[in-house]
Nanobody, 125 residues
Framework: QVQLVESGGGLVQAGGSLRLSCSVS????????MGWFRQAPGKEREFVAA????????YYTDSVKDRFTISRDNAENTVYLQMNSLKPDDTAVYFC??????????????????WGQGTQVTVSS
């Protein structure tokens, strides 16, 4: 089992920044692919970013490229999502997830085995 706890969400004005954290516990002996997803009201959950176990490879959805940065500190069992130049369209609940079976980061949510409870990000215009 893997437990994930997100933090760092909040209310920010458009153009502002937030850094989300995802603390990982449980099966942390191996460094798994980690991802961030988000779900806005009335919309399906969508992929945001993912990172390989070593941190050497990352993958982003087009709408956040050059604005968001995913990173990880394996010594601290924590994954981060730095979000800059936030837009009202970024308003959503953000979830982190772990993919135990893959080597490379991917965007398909069905591949992710464990999920956190989510943290709310609200961007005002």
């Amino acid at each position: 089992q893997v437990q994930l706890v997100e933090s760092g969400g909040g209310l920010v004005q458009a153009g502002g920044s937030l850094r989300l954290s995802c603390s990982v516990s449980g099966r942390t002996g191996s460094y798994y692919v980690m991802g961030w997803f988000r779900q806005a009201p009335g919309k399906e959950r969508e992929f945001v970013a993912a990172i390989s176990g070593s941190g050497g490879r990352t993958y982003y959805t087009d709408s956040v490229k050059d604005r968001f940065t995913i990173s990880r500190d394996n010594a601290e069992n924590t994954v981060y999502l730095q979000m800059n130049s936030l837009k009202p369209d970024d308003t959503a609940v953000y979830f982190c997830a772990v993919d135990i079976g893959s080597m490379w980061p991917g965007s398909q949510s069905y591949k992710y085995d464990f999920w956190g409870q989510g943290t709310q990000v609200t961007v005002s215009s």
